[in-house]
């Protein structure tokens, strides 16, 4: 258990935080993410990351949907430097790149 500081000062009690996440963890998290699974990949704790956001000074953007929050995963990565893979890549056509349809309407 740690103190941790708040966007009020230090937390007068010790709070537990949970390990981070290693790179696999963090590349494997969807677009979108809850506030506590943010907290544990910047390695903040849970209600340390609440009260940065009621502060507005969470390091990335932020979605409010009501009362639920959301936090992009991409902006994470940015600031913890981590680019993710490029989404472009992906299996590669076969070397006879002629279509299906192509093919039956050759004939």
Same mark, same amino acid.
């Given at each position: 258990?740690?103190?941790?500081?708040?966007?009020?000062?230090?937390?007068?009690?010790?709070?537990?935080?949970?390990?981070?996440?290693?790179?696999?963890?963090?590349?494997?998290?969807?677009?979108?993410?809850?506030? =506590?699974?943010?907290?544990?990949?910047?390695?903040?704790? %849970?209600?340390?990351?609440?009260?940065?956001?009621? =502060?507005?000074?969470?390091?990335?953007?932020?979605? %409010?949907?009501? %009362?639920?929050?959301?936090?992009?995963?991409?902006?994470?990565?940015?600031?913890?430097?981590?680019?993710?893979?490029?989404?472009?890549?992906?299996?590669?056509? =076969?070397?006879?790149?002629?279509?299906?349809?192509?093919?039956?309407?050759?004939?």
């Amino acid at each position: 258990m740690a103190d941790h500081a708040t966007a009020r000062g230090r937390c007068r009690h010790p709070v537990a935080v949970e390990p981070g996440m290693d790179r696999e963890e963090l590349l494997a998290l969807p677009a979108v993410v809850d506030v =506590a699974v943010a907290a544990r990949a910047l390695n903040f704790s %849970r209600t340390g990351a609440y009260e940065l956001i009621r =502060a507005g000074q969470w390091p990335t953007p932020v979605f %409010r949907l009501g %009362r639920l929050i959301r936090i992009p995963t991409a902006p994470i990565l940015a600031l913890l430097g981590i680019e993710p893979p490029d989404a472009t890549t992906g299996p590669k056509p =076969a070397a006879d790149s002629t279509s299906r349809t192509d093919r039956r309407n050759a004939g």
